[in-house]
T-cell receptor, first 119, second 114 residues
Framework: AQSVSQHNHHVILSEAASLELGCNYS??????LFWYVQYPGQHLQLLLK??????LVKGIKGFEAEFIKSKFSFNLRKPSVQWSDTAEYFC?????????????????FGKGTHLIIQP | DAGVIQSPRHEVTEMGQEVTLRCKPI?????LFWYRQTMMRGLELLIY????????DSGMPEDRFSAKMPNASFSTLKIQPSEPRDSAVYFC????????????FGSGTRLTVV
């Protein structure tokens, strides 16, 4: 079974600061990796995903993440955050290749990181 | 596309009552997932279906929970009898395996059992 660890439960930054949220997973096989964002009172929205290929993945709203297989990590980054980035961020993983990653298996989520951006 | 539609958005019920949560997946999606979100436990996968057939229900917490998918466009999650510890936000998600597009989540049902 997979597991996901997000090290920072709460992060507070000022606008324009750079962001990096840590995510480590535990699984021995091929994985698909995701970052989701949940704005207050809303549902989860996909920020970006990694199935294979270039380990540096670019997503929406200026976010990117880098898959480092040797470290079992998939950290989320943004060079300059905005107040509107205040939200809960979830890292998630499931096993398998692209067809599984398309949705043929349930996601295992980390506990989430609550990001607050101060104006 | 209207996305994944869940109803109701909010549900307040008394302990012991039956609660039914509903989900309409995106048309054409062949997988449907039910998740529960709480502060203590985060997001947990309860059950998922493929082509209307339950594939893995190991996340269903107790026999009080049951889920059905009578057709490709509708699923229910039922709790009977409900207990205060069932209070959570319940999300439904759907996907189409093979496209690599990942999962689309509904807006969730916030359940409060008093």
């Amino acid at each position: 079974a997979q597991s996901v660890s997000q090290h920072n439960h709460h992060v507070i930054l000022s606008e324009a600061a750079s962001l990096e949220l840590g995510c480590n997973y535990s699984y021995g096989g091929t994985v698909n990796l995701f970052w989701y964002v949940q704005y207050p009172g809303q549902h989860l929205q996909l920020l970006l995903k990694y199935f294979s290929g270039d380990p540096l993945v670019k997503g929406i709203k200026g976010f990117e993440a880098e898959f480092i297989k040797s470290k079992f990590s998939f950290n989320l980054r943004k060079p300059s955050v905005q107040w509107s980035d205040t939200a809960e961020y979830f890292c998630a993983v499931n096993a398998g290749g692209m067809y599984s990653g398309g949705g043929a298996d349930g996601l295992t989520f980390g506990k989430g990181t609550h990001l607050i951006i101060q104006p | 596309d209207a996305g994944v539609i869940q109803s109701p958005r909010h549900e307040v019920t008394e302990m012991g009552q039956e609660v039914t949560l509903r989900c309409k997946p995106i048309s054409g999606h062949d997988y449907l997932f039910w998740y529960r979100q709480t502060m203590m436990r985060g997001l947990e996968l309860l059950i998922y279906f493929n082509n209307n057939v339950p594939i893995d229900d190991s996340g269903m917490p107790e026999d009080r929970f049951s889920a059905k998918m009578p057709n490709a466009s509708f699923s229910t999650l039922k709790i009977q009898p409900s207990e205060p510890r069932d209070s959570a936000v319940y999300f439904c998600a759907s996907s189409f395996a093979g496209t690599g597009v990942g999962y689309t989540f509904g807006s969730g049902t916030r359940l409060t059992v008093v």
